[in-house]
């Protein structure tokens, strides 16, 4: 073939290929029409010229967040996310519009989130290589861009104006807003701080750039990112305050850069290679604001870990957030959201406190702050200091250092671990019996050292008595033995219908016994009958057996209930009925519960005599308490899916005891009281169960707050055409909320509701909160009892349904 020839077909080919390397590259530009579907493979993108910048879906969980990242590193970074990190459904599409701009809808074509302020005709799109993705206008304007709507990251050439703002992500892998909050004030200071994650109130700075000035003309009006790739305040001066230090950076051309507020509440620097010869792979930290930020103390907002938290700094300038023992975390998948109790301290216990409690020392910790104090003993001795916070049923911690006691309450906020601040010595009380030697490598000594001194007493035992106690105490020792490996061998029965759980398995003739033939019907719900029974265990004790009907199961539902009643069986919280027992023979599926004496709450709140406003109370607190264990304490988070009065019972004190949690996933779709092929009640179910979008606890959360308005009402939500314009309780709260007409919705009540008017209002304004349509905006489990508590501010509710969300 002749030299001609030969480049005759190379003119060929690469004109032949053009289109496809166009296509595999991209140029930049978007033309109005063009759309992405989220999808798990083979997904399509929209490239900026480079190839450096992607544009696209990213998959979280099993949903997608609309995002764009650094496509030619491994860890493909996010630098930009939508509409506050709310994740969509497979098959949703996002497309360029010529009058709307960017629209983002589901697979029906419901629109999910477009930007309302859009105003002008796009002619196309443009993503450059500094990641910003811009909508053109006709006359080349910029109509919308990414780099004017950041989330948590700022890139070279990017700019943030007076005002501007960077939230953190609740996590590493959840794209939420979380706590932590970079503002540009309009007096020209750079701050940090965190911030009420409902309100956005924002709480204490923790870092400042000090840029703010009485004189206007000194003051920032900009924060740059240049090009170079350091990260300045520009002043009205003209000088300049430059964060980044002074040839810290290597040259911009060879590597990436951003500048991230990290979920941990730090703004960060970072570089990262472009090319991986180098030998440095990964981001490289630059720099970081605060140096410390287990060292800022704030009056309020719980501190950088949360309530209860302890900050620790590790050795990367990393932030851990720590519970103390005996303490879990508020949320298990958000560490900095704070860490609860996992027991309840009375003043009205029987018995001494030293019964019931004990004190743990705590090194190097403490939680500073004179608003967790509210006692103080000096002078004293430590001795002193552990015995009074143990015996003073308001302590939660006492801190002791040179003859002086602080006496420490609940929420406590700003702990923090450090050696090399913290002098002293920190007290915890902690109930007995909830740590144990199986804790590992992180026990407190004192456990240790009982169990050492166990060893050596049964030793000294052995040796020391005579051969005959020896032999008997063997033999009884086998005994033990095997009755320990009789009970693994049951357990791996397990795989033929035996749940290898703490509950008793019962047979179908010993549960007809012991309801008489199940002759004493207690209620009746979606899975079937309750009847009330008596059988002989240690005692003889009163029981609750459920009869589940089995025509009210799904199909597969025979392996489930299994699945079920071993993670019923592993929840133990005193707001959850506790179960017994069951049984799964044949197709017999009974649950057995320890019987409450007080019935329903149906019962107690809707009969002719209302309850006192303080046993209310505790009521609406106790169901609060349990939803927020189910949702965030258990190992596996439990969706109620029926939170109403019936299933709410009432023990011998009039303690609130949720019932029928986990059992939601056992029952068909089509065994509904709304008819609609969903799970619930009519009146307490929540809008998106009408709208097939993802369910999440925020349903729990609508139930509670209808159920809370009738609590305080002592009403059902949905009466007889006869009340009028008072049918709907939900709609009438809100009527009577606006109106300021509170006490129409007790009237005629007890006097102590009467006379107790701020938390009536209180009471009411989270109920509102808690039923609103859109379920991003209803506040945790966790949050409502803070509110009902009064430990945190509760601003003015919006209007639970103030529009469809079927199309805007």
Known sequence: MSCSSSYILFIF?????????????????????????????KAKLWYSPSGDFAFGFTKVQDQFVLSIWHDKIPDKTIVWFLNDGTTVPADSKVQLTADRGLVLADSRG????????????????????????????????????????????????????????LYSRLSATNFTRGKFQLNFGNDGNLVLHTRDIITDNPYDAYYSSGTSDLSPINQGYQVQFNETGYVNILRRNGNISTLTNEGAIPSPAGYYHRAILNYDGYFVQYYHPKNFSTGTSGWTRVWQEPENICAFLEDFGGGVCGYNSVCVRDDSASVNCECPESYLLLDPNYKHGGCIPNFTQLCDHNGSAEDLYDIVELTDTDWPGRSNDYATLKPTSEGDCKRHCLNDCFCTAAFYHGENCWKKKLPMTNGRKDSSVIIGKAFLKIKKGDLSPELGPGKPVYYEKKNKGTLILVGGVLLGSS??????????????????????????QSANGIVETNVRLFTNNELVEATDGFKEELGRGSFGVVYKGLIHMSSTVIIAVKKIDRHRLFHDAAKEFKTEVNAIAQTHHKNLVRLIGFCEEEDHRLLVYEYMVNGTLATFIFGSAKPSWQQRNQIALGIARGLAYLHEECSTQVIHCDIKPQNILLDEFYNARISDFGLAKLLMLNQSKTNTGIRGT??????????????????????????????????????????????????????????????????????????????????????????QEEPSIRPTMRKVIQMLEGVVDIPYPPCPSPFSYSST
Do not use: H
């Open 467 to 492: 051969v005959f106690v020896n032999f008997v105490l063997i033999v009884v020792g086998c005994f033990g033995l095997l009755n320990i490996y009789k009970r693994k061998i049951s357990n791996l």
């Open 682 to 771: 009519k009146g307490y179910v929540a809008p998106e169960w009408f709208r097939n979008t993802p369910i999440t606890v925020k349903v729990d959360v609508y139930s509670f707050g209808v159920l809370l308005l009738e609590i305080i009402c002592c009403r059902r939500n949905v009466e007889d055409t006869e009340f009028g314009d008072k049918a709907i309780l939900t709609d009438w709260v809100w009527d009577c909320f606006t109106d300021g007409r509170l006490f129409d919705l007790v009237d005629n009540d007890r006097e102590d509701v009467l006379s107790d008017q701020e938390k009536v209002e209180r009471f009411v304004m989270v109920g509102i909160w808690c039923i």
């Open 13 to 41: 080919l690469f004109v032949l290929l053009l289109p496809y390397s166009a296509l595999a590259q991209g140029n930049g530009i978007i033309s109005v029409g063009s759309s992405i579907t989220a999808a798990d493979k």
């Open 110 to 165: 419901k629109e999910l989130w477009r930007y309302k302020e859009f105003s002008g005709t796009a002619s196309n799109a443009v993503f450059n290589d500094t990641g910003n993705f811009k909508i053109v206008g006709s006359d080349s304007s910029t109509l919308w861009d990414t780099f004017s709507n950041p989330t948590d990251t700022l890139l070279p050439t990017q700019t943030l104006a007076v005002n501007g703002k």
